[in-house]
């Protein structure tokens, strides 16, 4: 059995195919195309669950733009927030004056977004929007709204298209709601 078929065992369901995702990334990208028309973009990948999202979105803005990285983490080897956001590097680009599109892989809590929004505001940046592939509004604890977003899905936990358990199953093309017998270990 191949290693992809394995990790497929490990979910209850695909829950967005790969065409899915990139058909709804091709609309992402027009919009965010239109709306950044003429204005000097900086996209930010925040690491490491965006990387492969962040990668195809960026193919599909018609725009000249910069792109730069950011590690953050709130997450340890569980799926429940910890609540306290820790920067593991920073961005390298010269901020002034551009306009910040943030590409995370997906919002839970918010606490992770509205952490880097509000430091980001702080800064010489002219504008800061949020950009995610997920968006999992029934667990938000912040009053953070993202300006795009791909897919708004029911509280589970996803892995596959970069996003991780355990630093497992993000080369999995499709996403998918892992199974609880995974982390709950039965
Ligand atoms: P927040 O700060 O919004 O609670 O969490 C954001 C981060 O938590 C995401 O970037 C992601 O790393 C992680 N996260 C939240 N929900 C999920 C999920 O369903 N699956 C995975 N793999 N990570 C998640």
């Given at each position: 059995?191949?290693?992809n078929?394995k ?10 195919t790969?065409d899915?995702?990139?058909a709804?990334i ?26 492969v999202?962040?990668s195809?979105l ?6 000249p ?7 953050l ?12 956001i ?10 002034t004056?551009r306009?910040?599109?943030i590409?995370?892989?997906?919002v839970?809590?918010?606490r992770?977004?509205t ?5 980001l505001?702080?800064?010489?940046a002219?504008s800061v929007?949020?950009?995610?592939l ?12 993202p300006?795009?977003?791909g ?19 993000r ?16």
């Open positions: 059995m191949d290693t078929a990790l497929y065992q490990d979910l209850d369901c695909v829950l967005l790969r899915q995702i990139a709804r091709k609309e992402m990208g027009a919009k965010i195309t239109r709306d950044f028309e003429g204005k000097p973009l900086l996209c930010i990948c925040v690491l490491k669950g965006s990387v999202f962040f195809d960026m193919r599909e803005i018609e725009l733009l910069e792109i730069d990285f950011i590690s983490s709130s997450y340890g080897a569980g799926t429940e927030s910890s609540g306290i820790t920067e593991r590097s920073s961005l390298t680009r010269d901020i004056g306009h910040l599109l590409v995370e892989d997906i839970d809590s918010g992770t977004l952490y880097l929004k509000e430091h505001k702080k800064s010489t002219a929007s949020i950009c995610t997920l968006d999992k509004p029934a667990r938000r604890q912040t009053d953070l709204v300006d795009y977003s897919f708004t899905i029911e509280d589970a936990f996803v892995v596959g298209y970069g996003l991780d358990y355990d630093e497992k199953y080369n999995l093309p499709d996403v998918g709601v892992l199974s609880p017998r995974i982390y709950k270990g039965e």
